[in-house]
């Protein structure tokens, strides 16, 4: 994280630039927040999409994720292991990241009641409760091509890295434990996204964490593809809120 960090802060300088906002999605939530916390004299405000703010702290994320899902393994575990993830998703990358996409659309997901796609079965796959023969609204064939092309080309482990490398951020971060992001802040995340629903402890703590926050804002319908599905709704909450902030935060 400590390394995303700083790449994060070389783009800012390669561009000519001292400060600037950071917007990051997903893992680039993460990459946005420990920005702002890292290195506040460069980013001066923070959007978070989809995964809300959590300090660091607790367990080791090795062991809290492993002791999640029961029977069932949690995807982050299955991810963890080197070489696992890879087997399933390599031999046909295309129909894995089709089913990934609409497993995680609003439009396209399992209902509530259904098995969810975050939980391997003991010797199953992910791909195994995703959505078949269907892709989301907002997904056209020939972009899935050009996602499933990048992955095809550079094979999938230096994205499921950033999951291996979780224990190694625990460690590193340790002086930030239960630190507050200060700077303006913005959280935009969807109804139907399970990362709203498991980390509704964390939205409930922004008073604490976010001290900064402007705005919070969660989506009805939408799942956790927020600017394919929403994409005029994220960009004005986006942009209403970036031209909100104080020049000296921007």
């Known amino acids: 994280m400590r390394e995303l960090v700083a790449d ?10 001292r400060t600037a906002v950071i917007v990051g999605h997903d893992w680039g939530s993460a990459v946005a ?8 004299d460069v980013f001066r405000a923070v959007a978070m999409l989809s995964v809300p703010y959590t300090p660091r702290g607790g367990p080791r994320p090795s062991t809290l994720f492993a002791s999640m899902g029961g029977d069932e ?12 993830a890879e087997a399933e998703i390599e031999p046909d990358v295309r129909g894995w990241l089709a089913g990934f996409y609409a497993a995680l659309s609003g439009d396209t997901m399992p209902a509530p009641g259904d098995p969810q796609p975050h939980f391997v079965t003991p010797g199953g796959t992910l791909r195994d409760r995703f959505p078949a023969g269907r892709l989301p609204a907002w997904l056209s064939g020939t972009d899935l091509d050009v996602f499933a092309g990048e992955f095809e080309r550079t094979g999938m482990s230096g994205a499921l890295a950033r999951y ?6 625990w460690e590193d971060l340790a002086e930030h434990d239960g630190a507050p992001v200060t700077q303006p802040s913005l959280f935009i995340g969807g109804a139907r996204d399970a990362s709203t ?9 922004f008073p604490v964490t976010l001290p900064g926050l402007v705005s919070s804002h969660i989506l009805d319908g939408c799942g956790h593809w927020l ?4 994409p005029a709704e994220t960009s004005s909450i986006l942009t209403d809120w970036l031209t909100a902030l104080p020049k000296s935060a921007c």
Do not use: C, K
């Open 8 to 17: 994060a802060v070389a783009v800012v300088h390669a561009l000519g630039e």
């Open 227 to 230: 600017q394919q599905e929403r």
């Open 33 to 40: 927040t420990n920005a702002a916390l890292i290195r506040p």
């Open 73 to 84: 393994e949690f995807y982050v575990s299955y991810f963890q292991e080197p070489g696992r």
């Open 197 to 205: 629903a498991w980390l509704a402890d964390a939205i409930d703590a």
């Open 164 to 169: 291996r490398a979780m224990d190694r951020d």
